[in-house]
């Protein structure tokens, strides 16, 4: 089956503990993106990855960190996590970005909580 | 941010009837997508329209562009209780800080049986 895995999909974790969420996809996507969810605020961008070795900034990248060793995987890094990194993450992968059918498959969703 | 706005936030609407979700932007749009999500769960992709298409439709959902407001509107047809969810449009492409993809603050949809 076709589709986006995230782990965990519930985190409770400390102010400076550092974690990662995994991101993994089986449809060999280019394009692979994570978003963080608030209410009332939409889905922002952290980070995106438009192949293996290349990643980039999204609107939201301050204290997050990812990589892209792997088609396949895209990790999420919190370094020192804080309080106001506490939200709902999703994970996404299309094709190509930008191209003709560049629809992008989400993952479950990872709510972590930082105390 | 360049995040888009849409309108209403929350729409709630009787069985039958149709529901009509705005999307605008302050730059120029380009592909423009819509998705779903229900109560916090995953977004599911229902319909891209191109940057030159003024019309599109995909079994009950219709999304139409008005330049004059540079905005896509959302029409869901006899909308259904299970229609009940989160609604975001989102657009992405190139800009000076790279490929963005940008959603808006989503619509509400609460579809009354």
């Known amino acids: 089956e076709a589709q986006v895995t995230q782990n965990p999909r519930y985190l409770i974790t400390v102010t400076g503990k550092k974690l990662t969420v995994t991101c993994s996809q089986n449809m060999n996507h280019e394009y692979m993106s994570w978003y963080r969810q608030d209410p009332g605020l939409g889905l922002r961008q952290i980070y995106y990855?438009?192949?293996?070795?290349?990643?980039d900034k999204g609107d939201v990248p301050e204290g997050y960190k990812v990589s892209r060793k792997e088609k396949r995987n895209f990790p999420l890094i919190l370094e020192s996590p804080s309080p106001n990194q506490t939200s709902l993450y999703f994970c996404a992968s299309s094709l190509v970005a930008g191209g003709p059918r560049d629809t992008q498959y989400f993952g479950p969703g990872t709510r972590l909580t930082v105390l | 941010s360049q995040q888009g706005e849409e309108d209403p936030q929350a729409l709630s609407i009787q069985e039958g009837e149709n529901a009509t979700m705005n999307c605008s932007y302050k730059t120029s749009i380009n592909n423009l997508q819509w998705y779903r999500q229900n109560s916090g769960r995953g977004l599911v992709h229902l319909i891209l329209i191109r940057s030159n298409e003024r019309e599109k439709h995909s079994g009950r959902l219709r999304v139409t562009l008005d330049t004059s407001k540079k905005s896509r509107s959302l029409l869901i047809t006899a909308s259904r209780a299970a229609d009940t969810a989160s609604y975001f449009c989102?657009?992405?492409?190139?800009?000076?800080?790279?490929?963005?993809?940008?959603f808006g603050a989503g619509t509400r949809l609460f579809v009354k049986a």
């Open positions: 989102a657009t992405d492409g190139w800009s000076t800080g790279g490929f963005k993809t940008i």
């Open positions: 990855s438009m192949n293996v070795e290349v990643t």
